[in-house]
T-cell receptor, first 117, second 114 residues
Framework: DSGVTQTPKHLITATGQRVTLRCSPR?????VYWYQQSLDQGLQFLIQ???????AKGNILERFSAQQFPDLHSELNLSSLELGDSALYFC????????????????FGPGTRLTVL | GNSVTQMEGPVTLSEEAFLTINCTYT??????LFWYVQYPGEGLQLLLK?????DKGSNKGFEATYRKETTSFHLEKGSVQVSDSAVYFC?????????????FGKGTKLSVIP
């Protein structure tokens, strides 16, 4: 158990709908990362937040957005869903470094499996 | 940009066989290197890491050495068990120009048969 929690575990929805995935980082971790794992694209970084602020963006579609709340949990919002959005979505967190910077080791949650029908 | 290339699977080995999964990387600067493992139906677990050249990461009998001259981080285990069956991902972390992401290889599926 990494200490990162994600809900829900499974989500089944229809095309055109909107869903929200939730992540709670490990205690003390300030950074949250979102990744998408699909068969054709592999593991792709989507976005990172650090202490409530967006820090880095990867291959995140404009239909997707995220935020990190004051209690450090994060939500990933996926809208106008398409069949191709079906994937495993992972959240990871990392501890701040001794100087408050971002450390390299990320701990992953169990993932949310999204199925778009 | 940064990238990771790892050997395509699947890899099937008999129990107690020697395992090597090749991983090479392309990156500017000096990234940290990782191996993650994903057991069936689960998330990614950190297996081992190395943060600078010639560092050796090790855990649960697995080892990998950061080779800067060959830009490689091959994963090895001397004697695999059925319980090692999983997908293994090589990854690099490079913090520069505001980017703090892990870049993953495509994963190598390992099946160990009794």
């Amino acid at each position: 158990d990494s200490g990162v929690t994600q809900t829900p575990k499974h989500l089944i929805t229809a095309t055109g709908q909107r869903v929200t995935l939730r992540c709670s980082p490990r205690s003390g971790d300030l950074s949250v990362y979102w990744y998408q794992q699909s068969l054709d694209q592999g593991l792709q970084f989507l976005i990172q937040y650090y202490n409530g602020e967006e820090r880095a963006k990867g291959n995140i579609l404009e239909r997707f957005s995220a935020q990190q709340f004051p209690d450090l949990h994060s939500e990933l919002n996926l809208s106008s869903l398409e069949l191709g959005d079906s994937a495993l979505y992972f959240c990871a967190s990392s501890h701040p470094g001794t100087s408050g910077g971002i450390t390299d080791t990320q701990y992953f949650g169990p993932g949310t499996r999204l199925t778009v029908l | 940009g940064n990238s990771v290339t790892q050997m395509e699977g699947p890899v099937t080995l008999s129990e107690e066989a020697f395992l090597t999964i090749n991983c090479t990387y392309t990156a500017t600067g000096y990234p940290s290197l990782f191996w993650y493992v994903q057991y069936p139906g689960e998330g990614l677990q950190l297996l081992l890491k190395a943060t600078k050249a010639d560092d050796k990461g090790s855990n649960k009998g697995f080892e990998a050495t950061y080779r800067k001259e060959t830009t490689s981080f091959h994963l090895e285990k001397g004697s695999v068990q059925v319980s090692d069956s999983a997908v293994y991902f090589c990854a690099l972390f490079y913090s520069g120009a505001g980017s703090y992401q892990l870049t993953f290889g495509k994963g190598t599926k390992l099946s160990v048969i009794p």
